[in-house]
Structure formats: C-alpha cells, structure tokens
C-alpha cells in the first residue's frame, strides 16, 4: 500500500505564494507519474499539474506560468510551486501518484490540503 501525505497548504493573500510537498511512503518499486489536483466547493476535481518520471510536464491552462511542478525521485516526492495565487485558485489540492508495487500497479490519493487565497 503506497499512502501520500501532503503538507504545505493555507491561508494566502491574492498575489502571494505557497508551495505544497507531497511525499509517497511504501514498498515501492517505480513512481511513473506524479501531479496535483483541485476541487473548489461546487465543483468538479480537476488537474493542476502532473510530472512524468522522465521529467515531463503539464498544467492546466489555468496555471500555467504561475504554478511549477517539480519532484525529486529519490525522495519520492513532488512539489507545487504556486506563485501568483487568486481567489479562484482556492480549493482542496490533492495529490496523485501511479506506479508499482512489490504486488503490482497501484493509484494512489492524498488526504487533500486546503489552499484559500483571500484577502
């Protein structure tokens, strides 16, 4: 079982910044891709941003030039680098992982951090 724990989300004024960690723990053998959701109240969840293990990005139209995602593999860790921020970025932001296992392929979600941006 591969859990993520996020951290780094909270209370920002419009303009400011936050970056998130999301750090993978478990048996595992490979991480194929990591990225970042969101879900505003009313709304569906959406993606924000996603890294391949190759390094590979992409973001959605939303965030791009404000947001930067990057990981660090042996750590097994993705971050989120959120500059810029707007109310309407506020939302839960949830972090995905997918790879393999000792057992297996395996999808796995994070408890989801609150990210408000609001003056």
């Known amino acids: 079982q591969v859990q993520l724990v996020e951290s780094g989300g909270g209370l920002v004024q419009p303009g400011g910044s936050l970056r998130l960690s999301c750090a993978a723990s478990?048996?595992?053998?490979?991480?194929?891709?990591m990225g970042w959701y969101r879900q505003a109240p009313g709304k569906q969840r959406e993606l924000v941003a996603a890294?391949?293990?190759?390094?590979?990005?992409n973001y959605a139209d939303s965030v791009k030039g404000r947001f930067t995602i990057s990981r660090d593999n042996a750590k097994n860790t993705v971050y989120l680098q959120m500059n810029s921020l707007k109310p309407e970025d506020t939302a839960v932001y949830y972090c995905?992982?997918?790879?393999?296992?000792?057992?297996?392929?395996?999808?796995?979600w994070g408890q989801g951090t609150q990210v408000t941006v609001s003056s």
């Open positions: 478990g048996i595992i053998f490979s991480i194929n891709a």
């Open positions: 890294i391949r293990s190759d390094g590979n990005t």
């Open positions: 995905n992982a997918g790879g393999h296992t000792e057992r297996g392929p395996f999808v796995s």
